[in-house]
């Protein structure tokens, strides 16, 4: 019961923005979106996560469509060690449970 | 720098062999869970306990596994007896005790099993 759709992978140029979208069209109004990435051979680390509003920390930017059925983490000048599995996960909060799906494969390239 | 962490980072054993994997969660961090993760599967939540109570085991398969928090400091997985399937890296991860800060879970570094 997938509750995200994201693409299986993309590449993008280093020192570029790297845009990786997610769909979740059945979102709850209670529901957050949640980032995570794992970098080959470590555990995943948080990213960034949001509610209804965009947010900004200073590894990404999360943009949150009116509608809340989808989002887009930004990465706004992608480095060699930004190559990662990036998850995208809905969490009602305080629910204590993360769920990972496949996430999407970044490759960024010299 | 408080970080979580999980012994032992590597494993091999063979079957029928029992397995501990012990993780020390970050101090003040009051849930604590267990994940899986293989190729095929990815990661998979095994268990996870807020303030060492047991919350939620049914990703656990029952006769094998089992997970315990003796105290706040340490958290154990333990597979009696191990097979080949149970091959994968385990990971250990906390959490922060309230606020809209609790999906901001820090994960250890993974302990690698490989099972003969």
């Known amino acids: 019961d997938a509750k995200t759709t994201q693409p299986p992978s993309m590449d993008c140029a280093e020192g570029r923005a790297a845009n990786l979208p997610c769909n979740h069209s059945?979102?709850?109004?209670?529901?957050?979106v949640y980032w995570y990435r794992q970098i080959h051979s470590q555990g995943p680390q948080y990213i960034i996560h949001?509610?209804?509003n965009n947010e900004t920390n200073e590894m990404a930017s999360l943009i949150i469509t009116e509608d809340r059925k989808s989002s887009t983490l930004i990465l706004p000048h992608a480095t060699l060690r930004d190559t990662a599995v990036y998850y995208c996960?809905?969490?009602?909060?305080?629910?204590?449970?993360?769920?990972f799906g496949a996430g999407t494969t970044v490759t960024v390239r010299a | 720098d408080a970080r979580v962490t999980q012994t032992p980072r590597h494993k091999v054993t063979e079957m029928g062999q029992e397995v501990t994997m012990r993780c020390q969660p970050i101090?003040?961090?009051?849930?604590v869970f267990w994940y899986r993760q293989t190729m095929m599967q990815g990661l998979e939540l095994l268990a996870y306990?807020?303030?060492?109570?047991?919350?939620?085991d049914s990703g656990m398969p029952k006769d094998r596994f089992s997970a315990e928090m003796p105290d706040a400091t340490l958290a154990t997985l333990k597979i009696q007896p191990s097979e080949p399937r149970d091959s994968a890296v385990y990971f250990c991860?906390?959490?922060?005790?309230?606020?809209?800060?609790?999906?901001?879970?820090?994960f250890g570094e993974g302990s690698r099993l490989t099972v003969l």
């Open positions: 949001g509610l209804k």
């Open positions: 059945t979102i709850s109004g209670n529901e957050y």
């Open positions: 991860a906390s959490g922060p005790r309230t606020g809209r800060n609790t999906g901001e879970l820090f």
């Open positions: 996960i809905v969490r009602v909060e305080n629910d204590y449970k993360l769920s």
């Open positions: 306990f807020r303030n060492r109570a047991p919350l939620d």
């Open positions: 101090l003040g961090h009051n849930t």
